[in-house]
């Protein structure tokens, strides 16, 4: 589905990686702004999981969530806690992912 949640984080995270496709962390910073209030609960729901078993990439989709206002982080971490601890992975994140969404 087009707008599906869960397809919407997945690509965007295909897109920051460059996974078949140019590296293109824009483009995948618009789809997570696609994403719905009432669909952040039950991405945050695996992705804190994923998070918690150490890995970076829940981190970032925790971020990204705060980062437009869907969530509040559910460990009470700032957003640059949560992305120093996604960049600690294989993320190398943007400058301009460090900066508030105007």
Known sequence: RQKDAFGLVNYALC?????????????????MRLIGNEDASQILSWWQSVAQDGDPEGDLVIAWLVRHGLIEDPD???????????????????????????
């Open 15 to 31: 897109l920051a990686t460059g996974f078949q496709v140019p590296a293109d962390w824009e483009s995948a910073d618009e789809h």
């Open 76 to 102: 009470g971490l700032s957003r640059i806690e949560r992305l120093n601890r996604a960049s600690t992975g294989k993320w190398t994140l943007p400058a301009w992912f460090w900066e508030e969404v105007e």
